[in-house]
């Protein structure tokens, strides 16, 4: 899997990819390049779906809602980036955003 992230983050601004895709499904007054709680907490399922893996583990940093599981995000499957994504996304509603 880190070889996996490291492979599609070569040659190219990974980061700016990851933002840009996020906040395409943010709703509106949230600032483009940043990712806020608020658009995590209503991300769509769709929206999770069409994320790839950097994607994922950016939104999962970006909620803190697994400190533990950000240590080792890179070594997880798409499955398991998911559902963290799910339960940062729940995090992100249950502290009112």
């Known amino acids: 899997m880190i070889e996996h992230l490291s492979r599609e983050a070569a040659g190219h601004d990974w980061r700016r990819g990851a933002e840009r895709r996020i906040t395409e499904h943010a709703p509106r007054g949230i600032s ?3 990712i806020a709680k608020a658009s995590i907490a209503q991300l769509t399922v ?25 240590k080792r995000l890179g070594c997880y499957d798409r499955g398991t980036l998911v559902r963290l994504v799910y339960l940062a996304r729940q995090v992100c509603r249950r502290q009112g955003y």
């Open 46 to 70: 769709e929206a999770i779906a069409e994320m790839t893996d950097v994607d994922l583990a950016r939104v999962v940093r970006t909620a803190q809602a697994c400190p533990n599981a950000q």
């Open 32 to 34: 483009r390049g940043t």
